[in-house]
């Protein structure tokens, strides 16, 4: 799936939505081969564009085309005319009738990188309850309460959601940790929705000698549900991981061992040696004198 097609939102059940997650998601374009394109950086709205439109006479002012806000009163690209729709909740079905898009060619750009991968790196900040956080296709809204991805302009018949989970932490590592999910690949047969159900168990790591980390462990369950929507399915296609805290606590904590407990080995391993020699040695004892009677009784007869 395209770079440009990939939306990245959490939501959690404190009712907190981050919609398509801008800050410190990075999104790497990649050809049919796996091979990098570039590098980008997603972009959000700029303060120029947010500011009141009398603070910008001066200044072109692109229209909105309905969809001006108190904070977004001026569109100038085809991404500020689709981040206005986004904002209310406005289906961006026909991006060859927008001035902006056209002048830009992004259709032509869309259809250009539809053959494209990407990969995703980087981190998202959510709360510690219960919630999701998703890849899926197309700008993502809330409309009369409910999470819609608008992926009407992208103009695909289906979505090959085939991917590769090189790394996946909640926190930071520690020596001996082990992430379920890290290095998973997995094969998209058709359009369907991956879903990964992850509980997640607070972790507190205390080193010899070092800070205390206060970190996370998880467990996971997957499953997989293709998505026909001719047959009458619903729901989206993309990547869903839903968390879960647990309400137990790990806690690992490293201790040297005392200079008693090293000899009490010491002397352990010692005796074990010579009990195990005892009987080796008993054992030898008595085959040869076995053996000894016998020669002895022979030579009577």
Known sequence: MPCAYVSVDAMDAAG??????AHNI?????????????????????PEVKVPGAENKDKDCG????????????????DQVREAYRIKGWSFANPEGIAQC????????????????????GALTVNKVAGN????????FQQMN????????????SWNLTHNIHRLSFGTEFPGIQNPLDNVQKLAPSSGMFQYYIKIVPTVYEP????????????????????????GGHGIPGLFFMYDLSPIMIKYTERRKSFAHFLTG???????????????????????RSLQKKMELGKAH
């Open 63 to 78: 229209s909105c085309y309905g969809a001006e806000t108190d904070t977004l009163r001026c569109c100038n690209t085809c």
């Open 208 to 231: 010899l000698d070092s800070a205390v980390i206060n970190t996370n462990q998880f467990s996971v369950t997957e499953y997989y549900r293709i998505i026909d929507h001719h047959a």
């Open 133 to 140: 956080f998703h890849f899926a296709p197309g700008k993502s």
């Open 266 to 288: 010491v002397c352990a391993i010692i005796g074990g040696v010579f009990t195990v020699a005892g009987i080796v040695d008993s054992f030898i004892y008595h085959s040869m």
């Open 26 to 46: 990075f999104k790497k374009r990649l050809n049919k081969d796996g091979t990098p394109v570039s590098v980008v950086k997603q972009e959000i709205l700029g």
């Open 102 to 121: 056209v002048k830009e060619d992004w259709s032509k750009k869309m259809e250009e990188q539809k053959d494209e991968g990407c990969q995703l790196y």
């Open 16 to 21: 907190e939505h981050q919609l398509d997650v």
């Open 146 to 157: 409910m999470h819609v991805h608008d992926v009407l302009p992208l103009k695909m018949s």
